[in-house]
T-cell receptor, first 110, second 117 residues
């Protein structure tokens, strides 16, 4: 069964304290892995798509990496405005439907 | 390019009523997916439409239905509302092309907050 697990459920960091969020997945043939950011009461905002193991993408303080079993979202020197819930989803080759993780709630304290 | 729009943004209904939510995708996108999001359950997939046809369906009761029009705009309907239907309903569009070899990013609208009293 296709499955996505995100850890930790919540993460509290001080401003400037770098860390990583994890997205572990099992899927029968990966078509793509997606990272989104969601602020309370709003729709998810697209961050990255990764297609194959070894691929990396960066945007400002965020860097996403992909292996055959998991993806990491590294956040470097975060700021309070990076506080949000970060969602991970995978798309299998057999289906267009996205399988979503439960998300990691990130809180950056000034 | 204009983003995904959803109307209305907020709705208050009572149990037993029905509701229709609307979604206008990004211009040129042909796929529209609907999700229900609640604090306890996260993002739950309802259904996806592509070129006016339902391509995928999640595990929701038949009270939840949808459709897509020739201009790719989509509506979802919930009949006989229950208290548990209170949620943020999200619509996402992607530029999915016909055929098997496309990986498409979904872009989300702001959502419709439905409260059932």
């Amino acid at each position: 069964e296709d499955q996505v697990t995100q850890s930790p459920e919540a993460l509290r960091l001080q401003e400037g304290e770098s860390s990583s969020l994890n997205c572990s997945y099992t899927v029968s043939g990966l078509r793509g892995l997606f990272w989104y950011r969601q602020d309370p009461g709003k729709g998810p905002e697209f961050l990255f798509t990764l297609y194959s193991a070894g691929e990396e993408k960066e945007k400002e303080r965020l860097k996403a990496t992909l292996t055959k079993k998991e993806s990491f979202l590294h956040i470097t020197a975060p700021k309070p405005e990076d506080s949000a819930t970060y969602l991970c989803a995978v798309q299998a080759r057999s289906n267009y439907q996205l399988i979503w993780g439960a998300g990691t709630k990130l809180i950056i304290k000034p | 390019k204009a983003g995904v729009t959803q109307t209305p943004r907020y709705l208050i209904k009572t149990r037993g009523q029905q509701v229709t939510l609307s979604c206008s995708p990004i211009s040129g996108h042909r796929s529209v997916s609907w999700y229900q999001q609640t604090p306890g359950q996260g993002l739950q997939f309802l259904f996806e439409y592509f070129s006016e046809t339902q391509r995928n369906k999640g595990n929701f009761p038949g009270r939840f239905s949808g459709r897509q029009f020739s201009n790719s705009r989509s509506e979802m309907n919930v009949s006989t509302l229950e208290l548990g239907d209170s949620a943020l309903y999200l619509c996402a569009s992607s530029g999915s092309r016909a055929g098997q070899d496309s990986t498409d990013t979904q872009y989300f609208g702001p959502g419709t907050r439905l409260t059932v009293l």
